[in-house]
Each structure stands twice: as C-alpha cells, then as structure tokens.
C-alpha cells in the first residue's frame, strides 16, 4: 500500500469522526449552555433537538413532542422551551409548567441560590417552588403528552369548568324556586 492510500483513508475517518462527533454534540450543547451559566443540566429534559442562543442570552430550546418529567412533583415542557439565560437564573421563561396539587403553573423564571445552599428556585407568579439542585443533575426522562392530558393553561380551563357548573346549579336552584311559587 502506498503512503498516498493511508492518508486518504486517514482522511475519510477524520471526516466521518467529525462528522459524528458533530451530530452528537447538537444535543449536548444546550446542557453546555446551561453549565456554563452555572445552571444545572438537569432543567432540560433528555431529547433536545434543536438549540438556539443569541449573543444576548434569549435561546429557544425544541423537542420532539411536548413532555413530563417527575421530579419531587411533574414538570410539562412544551415542544418548544424559551428564555434568557444568565449566569444562575433563567428569566422571561416559556413553554415549561409545574404542577402543584392537581393545577397546572407556569415557570416563569429560574433562579440558583449559591451552590452551596442546594436550593434552586421557580417562579411560578404565584408562589416560588423551592426544589433540591440534586433534582436536576442530569436530564430527566421525559414522557410525552396526550393531547387529552395537557395541562390547564394557568387554571383558566379550570376556572370556566367550575364557573360553568355553578351557573348550572344556580339556573338549577332558580328554576327550583320559580316552580315552587
């Protein structure tokens, strides 16, 4: 074999390892983002397909399906997760919920107390969660949504429901009272 033959075949595994190494790091580089910033890879379930950052730090984050995780309670990532990301915190958030009890509330922000204390933190406007960093080491299992399991968008499914069938018992108690006269 000639010297020529072992560079070119050199040359064609150098580009394929490239070539892999590239379409392999694709999904790693939002969990490289996220460390970066100090955050703990663990806030993006496994699947990302797509990551996007700009120079300012709003990025858009695209998987396959919306999903949940488990945690110490579920967490629902829409296909499409949105922010900006700063060094411990995440604000102006998008596309993640947080369930508490039976509802359903949007993350707004993240914030990292100091490492040292293990708690971070989400804002879900009306209270702020207070979860175990260890949580979020690593990416969760995320398991895809049923169109007939989404969650309620800030309780207002909910509240239309409620308002509905008390509408409904208050015509039933009016009705009731008309008959009786």
Known sequence: MSCGHHTRRFLVLFILFVVVAVAASGDGSAYEVLRSHGLPIGLLPKG???????????????????????????VRYN??????????????????????????????AIRLDDQASGIIHFDVGVVDKRFPLSLFEYPPDCTPVSSSSRPLREGSRLASLVAESQSGELRYQLDARDAAI
Do not use: H, M, N
């Open 48 to 74: 990302v397909r797509e990551f996007y950052v700009d120079g300012e730090g709003r990025f858009e984050a695209r998987l396959d399906a919306p999903c949940t995780a488990k945690f110490e309670s579920e």
């Open 79 to 108: 296909a499409s997760v949105a922010g900006t990301i700063s060094p411990g915190q995440i604000d102006g958030l998008s596309g993640i919920a947080a369930q508490d009890l039976f509802l359903w509330f949007p993350v707004r």
